[in-house]
């Protein structure tokens, strides 16, 4: 199974292009860090950026609505592609998370709520996002 869940922050604002044949492409990056506390009490963080690119409607949607520094839910799976390069001749690698489903996870105030889209083929399509709970409406104490 290939499958990527990130949650994160755009690091630049999304690129959006087109290939040859019109089809929409966007790329940007998206960091994800990691917090802990060692054994000896000591807090850590560590920061991972991860490149992302969505194609047709989705590459049209994300591209439209994120901005460095959203914050975004990004369901996908990790291609890998190989190429010679010009200057050098040597084998170059890249890789990228290919998304399949998203979420908007804060408008551009930084508010929770925002637009989610779906999967399949990544003909995603905006709707309303279902409202984050606050601590204070979760009935388990827990």
Not at 95 to 120: C, H, N, Q, R, S
Request: net charge neutral.
């Amino acid at each position: 199974m290939n499958k990527v869940i990130l949650i994160g922050n755009l690091g630049h604002d999304p690129e959006v292009s087109a290939t040859p044949g019109g089809v929409s492409v966007c790329k940007f990056s998206v960091a994800t860090t990691s917090r802990w506390t060692d054994d000896k009490g000591e807090k850590h963080e560590e920061t991972e950026w991860h490149n992302v690119v969505a194609w047709r409607k989705a590459a049209e949607i994300l591209g439209q609505y994120l901005k460095k520094g959203s914050k975004v839910a990004i369901v996908g799976k990790m291609k890998t592609r190989s190429w010679d390069d010009k200057d050098t001749g040597k084998k170059r690698y890249s890789t990228e998370v290919i998304v399949d489903e998203f979420e908007f996870l804060g408008d551009a105030k930084g508010k929770e709520g925002g637009a989610e889209g779906g999967a399949g083929n990544n003909n995603a399509t905006a709707k309303p996002a279902r409202a984050a709970a606050k601590p204070d409406d979760d009935p388990l104490p827990f």
